[in-house]
């Protein structure tokens, strides 16, 4: 029995001996152990330019360098410029509308024109035919008018057609003398002051464009009207104008288209500020212009 407890005790011993410490950490197993994959190592990246770190708040930021100013556009040569502007002139002239010849009047249009004329009292004489100095320009039969109506005046005459003439004559006749007795029943209108008829030049006295009216005979421009009493009519804008030339003026031009198929009064346009225009152009339709 004793023997029996002496091997039991001797067993506890070694048992004893054999296990470790409690108190002694035991090392963890490393991760291939565990059967965790190995890691592969990262890739070495492509070398890309890396943000630099902010500067140090008593670091002085070098100033950036200023960009080169753009070079400049070399400009065309002579020749080129030349060059370029017979390019672009060459729209324009296509641009320009054919001019006609002079027409010829009709005989029997004429004859009654020129009689009817004389039977108003216009005082005019016939010309030979006028050849324009270019394409366009020109009366076939043109007339010289020097008076409009028995007691008006046209000063100086003007050349221009017989159709002119007319339109002209009766626009004195049953417009101008019955409104001037209206507006001003103690004067007499005598004379027009004749800003231009016959002249061969483009519309405005442009250097391109259409040919004027006044290059075919059949426009007259008006500046004033003498009176046998003070101070003359002169034609200017008088769309604000409240005396009765101011009036006056305003029903004679309204009126005058009537007459005439195109009439711009003084202030219509940048170019008839001190004259009233008017011409017998015909437009299809029987289209009148009036401003």
């Not at 770190?53 to 070098?62: C, Y």
């Not at 753009?70 to 410029?81: L, N, S």
């Not at 039969?141 to 159709?163: A, D, H, N, W």
Request: charged share 25%; net charge negative.
């Amino acid at each position: 029995m004793l023997h029996r407890l002496m091997i039991v005790a001797a067993s506890t011993l070694l048992i004893a001996a054999a296990q470790p410490p409690q108190d002694v950490p035991v090392p963890q197993p490393k991760p291939e152990q565990d059967g965790a994959p190995v890691a592969t190592p990262p890739e070495p990246k492509s070398q890309e330019p890396s943000t630099p770190p902010p500067p140090a708040e008593n670091t002085v930021p070098k100033p950036e360098d200023k960009p080169e100013p753009a070079a400049k556009p070399e400009e065309p040569k002579a020749d080129e410029q030349k060059g370029e502007e017979q390019i672009s002139e060459e729209p324009k002239k296509k641009e320009e509308p054919p001019r006609e010849p002079v027409k010829a009047e009709d005989p029997e249009e004429l004859k009654a024109c020129l009689s009817q004329l004389t039977a108003l009292g216009a005082q005019f004489k016939e010309l030979p035919p006028i050849k324009g100095e270019e394409d366009g320009c020109g009366i076939a039969s043109p007339i010289e008018l020097s008076t409009v109506i028995p007691g008006i005046k046209l000063e100086p005459e003007g050349t221009m057609r017989c159709e002119t003439a007319l339109a002209l004559s009766k626009w004195a006749k049953d417009v101008v003398i019955p409104n001037a007795k209206i507006a001003m029943p103690d004067r007499n209108v005598t004379a027009f002051g004749n800003a231009s008829t016959y002249v061969c030049r483009n519309r405005n006295s442009a250097e391109t464009g259409k040919i004027s009216e006044h290059a075919k005979g059949s426009a007259v421009d008006i500046a004033t009207m003498t009176f046998d009493k003070g101070e003359p009519l002169v034609m200017k804008p008088r769309g604000e104008d409240g005396t009765m030339e101011g009036a006056f003026q305003r029903t004679i031009t309204t009126a005058a288209c009537l007459f005439f198929r195109t009439v711009l009064s003084p202030g219509s346009d940048a170019t008839h500020q001190d004259h009233l225009h008017m011409d017998v152009l015909e437009r299809k339709g029987g289209y009148l212009y009036c401003r």
